[in-house]
């Protein structure tokens, strides 16, 4: 599958080589710089028709979503605790994105954007989805960047994105410094097997979380007790060499 970065290392000797982590007790003691996520709706955490989920066509529309999904925040704000802030944003209508977070129960985001902020995004700092906006625009965001880098000696929090369409969302004049651009989840994650199996297959959330935390926590740091990180014990058995292949239970509405 492909992928594309921006500014990221994949170093898998750190995470293999669990001899050289020597633990601590107290996780207060580790330098884990402020990080700011900001993860996609549409295509990367659930598959819907917004068009006829927002006309009210009908009252039994299928919502396919990464069940993965809900371990993953859970995971990154584990390891991160208060360094991170985890926003969703999608372009889609406000509404709508209210409607799917409301049905799917998505309770670990800090903020929701819609449709309304990514026009403005757009308007003022030439992307939908701009760091600018969310480091200009919003004032609690800018208060929570002002409080981490006090805490953090002045460092600014680093920007990572997850969106199957980051590149068109995004722009290089002022990128994030992690660009994580996975293949839509789609009609062509759907695979049937020769038992008449419907599953689905996608590149998994942990392939990112793995990068972050590898990047901003392992190599900041010679000793470091976050031991999920190396051997995550609650991964899903489907986790494979990066890839998350689940069978689809949609959600009606």
Not at 170 to 178: K, V
Request: hydrophobic residues 35%.
């Amino acid at each position: 599958m492909n992928q594309y970065f921006y500014n990221s290392d994949i170093n898998g000797d750190i995470i293999d080589d669990e001899k050289e982590i020597q633990l601590r007790q107290n996780p207060d003691t580790y330098y884990i710089p402020p990080l700011i996520l900001v993860v996609d709706l549409d295509n990367t955490l659930i598959f819907a028709d917004e068009e006829r989920i927002t006309s009210y066509v009908t009252n039994e529309l299928p919502c396919f979503f990464r069940p993965e999904m809900y371990s993953f925040f859970e995971y990154m704000k584990k390891n991160f605790g208060n360094k991170i802030l985890q926003i969703l944003w999608s372009t889609g209508m406000n509404s709508y994105v209210t409607k799917m977070v409301n049905l799917l129960k998505l309770t670990n985001f800090d903020f929701i954007f819609g449709r309304d902020e990514s026009n403005y995004s757009y308007t003022h700092y030439g992307a939908y989805k701009s760091p600018q906006f969310l480091y200009k625009k919003s004032i609690p965001i800018k208060k929570w960047i002002s409080d981490r880098m006090r805490k953090s000696n002045g460092n600014a929090p680093f920007f990572a994105i997850i969106d199957d369409k980051a590149k068109e969302n995004t722009d290089s004049i002022c990128p994030y410094n992690y660009t994580f651009c996975p293949e839509p989840f789609d009609l062509k994650s759907f695979k049937k097997l020769e038992n008449g199996e419907i599953i689905a297959e996608v590149e998994s959330l942990f392939r990112y979380a793995y990068i972050l935390i590898d990047d901003l926590i392992l190599k900041k740091q010679p000793k470091v007790d976050i031991k999920s990180a190396i051997r995550p014990s609650f991964f899903l058995e489907e986790f494979k060499g990066g890839e998350y292949i689940f069978k689809p239970e949609p959600v009606i509405l």
